[in-house]
């Protein structure tokens, strides 16, 4: 039993990491449909990424919360000639399997990864953090949640944005598939609901339609919801595979509205 064959279901994440999410749902016979609403950019000022790369040494913790921003920070790194060395003596966190797994590719092995793939949920594994200096290399417009949480255990956290998230410009050939109508509205950041809505405007919820609204993780599903939308489904794992997995189950067995 297939629930998801020949579902439409629309993707707004970047087109470029898009492939992951598109494949799973070919496999399983549905239909993606893809509407970008926000794109990965770098940064136009280097110069704080620099320093901070340059004087690693400074740091005891730095906190990926992102596979955007260990591949960003990776690059700049790259550029300014320095490897995985660079990382010697300095403990590693990432927020979730996906940034972990990015993190070992480039030579870098997180030391720890929280359950629960929230910002908030990496600071009990930590420890003893008074006083001491923690970069975060994230997203221009990441939320302070994380910040604030460190602050509060008196270490001294530094955030500094590796790449901009800037809203895309669907093509009219995406605009008219989703104008034919979509099953499933599948978000994956808290930026690629509020981008929709930027895009579409007015007509944002009548694009949606009856579409049952699934959403990658808790954030991105308050985001949905302060903007009106019912949301039918979030995933236990807050990954691109744990919400194909949450459709899955959703679609083939009986499930529980948590709206």
Not at 182 to 204: E, Q
């Amino acid at each position: 039993m297939n629930g998801l064959q020949g579902k439409r279901v629309l993707i707004t994440r970047p087109r470029a990491q898009a492939e992951e999410l598109i494949e799973k749902l070919v496999s399983l016979g549905a239909i993606p449909i893809l509407f970008p609403t926000i794109e990965i950019a770098p940064l136009e000022d280097t110069r704080f990424i620099d320093r901070a790369i340059n004087h690693l040494g400074d740091y005891q913790w730095v906190i990926f919360t992102s596979v955007n921003g260990g591949d960003a920070f990776w690059q700049r790194m790259q550029t300014l000639g320095k490897d995985e060395r660079a990382f010697k003596g300095i403990h590693v966190a990432a927020i979730g399997p996906a940034t972990a797994q990015a993190l070992r590719e480039h030579g870098i092995v997180p030391e720890f990864v929280p359950r629960e793939h929230v910002a908030e949920a990496i600071l009990p594994g930590l420890g003893d953090i008074r006083g001491q200096r923690i970069l975060l290399p994230r997203a221009d417009i990441a939320r302070k949640a994380l910040v604030e949480a460190l602050k509060a255990q008196d270490a001294i956290p530094e955030e500094i944005a590796v790449y901009r998230t800037v809203m895309a410009q669907p093509s009219p050939t995406a605009l008219a598939e989703l104008e034919k109508g979509i099953d499933v509205a599948t978000f994956t950041s808290s930026s690629t609901v509020s981008n929709f809505f930027a895009i579409l405007g007015a007509r944002s919820r009548d694009r949606l339609g009856s579409a049952l609204i699934a959403c990658i993780g808790p954030i991105t599903a308050e985001t949905a919801r302060s903007l009106g939308l019912k949301v039918s489904l979030v995933a236990s794992e807050y990954t691109v595979g744990g919400l194909v997995t949450a459709l899955v189950g959703y679609f083939n067995h009986d499930h529980e509205d948590i709206s």
